[in-house]
Each structure stands twice: as structure tokens, then as C-alpha cells.
């Protein structure tokens, strides 16, 4: 079966200051996606970024980052320079292919990030 | 382009009562997935609608069902609510262009749902 984790439940820092988010994902897929999502207080769960398991560039969005690493199997996010507006809950998920052309996209628990100013 | 809509917003209801959350597509968007979400289990698969046949369902038991209608809208229901069942309810929709392809899922706001 598929997994993802996110060892860190809850992690809280300073404004400005760097912050990396971890994830780890297990799966037998050879083909297979893997997103990032965050969760504002408001509920709905806004899409950050998406990546195939063939494309192990790391990726660039302004203060984001992603490092993607099929070699331990990790999906990690950095937020540079942190803001107050990044305070969310942030999910990493795999996407899971059940038959051609359906998707069941698989949730890690989720990491509390709070940016204090 | 308008995103996912999601109605009722909140929603109250009693143990033994049955719901229908209702979810309406990115225009375009041809699958519609439902997750729950709790406290306690995280983000849950329920189902995903594609072309109005449900290609796949979570497990959970067969008192939540769903349907989707010719223009992709698609309708949970949950039948004999227990209070286990109090959750956000989340909707999701994605292009499906098939080809092997994993579309991006887009979600709505979801409904939160209380069982006294």
C-alpha cells in the first residue's frame, strides 16, 4: 500500500526565517505523482505543486522550493524568507493510480506551520 | 474560470439522519473526488466520479454513496449519520484526460458537517 509521512506535526518559527517541511512517501508504482497542498484556516486545501516521479528536478516559485529525491524517496518544501501568510497546515499526498485514468490521491497527516511575527 | 463550489457550507444535523452535500466542478472538469477529513484520520479517499460512474471508493461503509449527473455536479449522501461522521467534507475535481496522465485534483471549500 501506499504511504506518505510527515514526521513533523507542528512546527513554529520566526518570521523571515527559513523553513523546511519533510516528507516521505513510500510506493511500488514506478509511475506515480506527488503534491503539495496547503490548508488555511478557512478549510480549502489550495494546490501548490505537482510532480511526476520522472522529473527529479528541484523546483523554484518565488519563497518556495521543492526538492524532490527518488533515491530516499522524499518530497521536501522550503518556504525562504517566511511570512505571517504562510501560517497553514501543509499536506503532502501521492497520487495513487487505481485503474488507467482514476486518481486516489493519498494524504500524509499534515504539518501545523506557524510563522510568528 | 469560476473553482470548486461547495454547498451547504455548514451543516447541523442529528445521530440517525441522513445529508446530501452537493459539488459543482471546475467548468471543464470531467472527475469529482470526495475526501473527509477528521482530526483524528487525516484526509480520507471517499470516491471519485468520472463520466457519472464511480471509478473507485475508499473504504468506508456503504451508508456514504454518491452520484454524478451529465454535467459533472456531482452529490454525496450519507445515510443514518453517527457522530463518528462529524467531518470537513472535501470535493475535488480534476481535468482526467486519461493517457496515463494524474491531473491535478482542485478542491472546493468543503462543508462542514456536525452530528449531534
Known amino acids: 500500500a501506499q504511504k506518505v509521512t510527515q514526521a513533523q506535526t507542528e512546527i513554529s518559527v520566526v518570521e523571515k526565517e527559513d523553513v523546511t517541511l519533510d516528507c516521505v512517501y513510500e510506493?511500488?508504482?514506478?509511475?506515480?505523482?506527488l503534491f503539495w497542498y496547503k490548508q488555511p484556516p478557512s478549510g480549502e486545501l489550495v494546490f501548490l505543486i505537482r510532480?511526476?516521479?520522472?522529473?527529479?528536478q528541484n523546483e523554484i516559485s518565488g519563497r518556495y522550493s521543492w526538492n524532490f529525491q527518488k533515491s530516499t524517496s522524499s518530497f521536501n518544501f522550503t518556504i525562504t524568507a517566511s511570512q505571517v501568510v504562510d501560517s497553514a497546515v501543509y499536506f503532502c499526498?501521492?497520487?495513487?493510480?487505481?485503474?488507467?485514468?482514476?486518481?486516489?490521491?493519498?494524504f500524509g497527516q499534515g504539518t501545523r506551520l506557524t510563522i510568528n511575527p | 474560470k469560476a473553482g470548486v463550489t461547495q454547498t451547504p457550507r455548514y451543516l447541523i444535523k442529528t445521530r440517525g439522519q441522513q445529508v446530501t452535500l452537493s459539488c459543482s466542478p471546475i467548468?471543464?472538469?470531467?472527475?469529482v473526488s470526495w475526501y473527509q477529513q477528521t482530526p483524528g484520520q487525516g484526509l480520507q479517499f471517499l470516491f471519485e466520479?468520472?463520466?457519472?460512474?464511480?471509478?473507485n471508493k475508499g473504504n468506508f461503509p456503504g451508508r456514504f454513496s454518491g452520484r454524478q449527473f451529465s454535467n459533472s455536479r456531482s452529490e454525496m449522501n450519507v445515510s443514518t449519520l453517527e457522530l463518528g461522521d462529524s467531518a470537513l467534507y472535501l470535493c475535488?475535481?480534476?481535468?482526467?484526460?486519461?493517457?496515463?496522465?494524474?491531473?491535478?485534483?482542485?478542491f472546493g471549500p468543503g462543508t462542514r458537517l456536525l452530528v449531534l
Open positions: 475535488a475535481s480534476s481535468l482526467a484526460r486519461g493517457g496515463g496522465i494524474q491531473e491535478t485534483q482542485y
Open positions: 510506493t511500488r508504482d514506478t509511475t506515480y505523482y
Open positions: 510532480r511526476n516521479s520522472f522529473d527529479e
Open positions: 499526498a501521492l497520487s495513487e493510480v487505481i485503474i488507467q485514468g482514476a486518481q486516489k490521491l493519498v
Open positions: 467548468s471543464g472538469h470531467r472527475s
Open positions: 466520479y468520472f463520466s457519472e460512474t464511480q471509478r
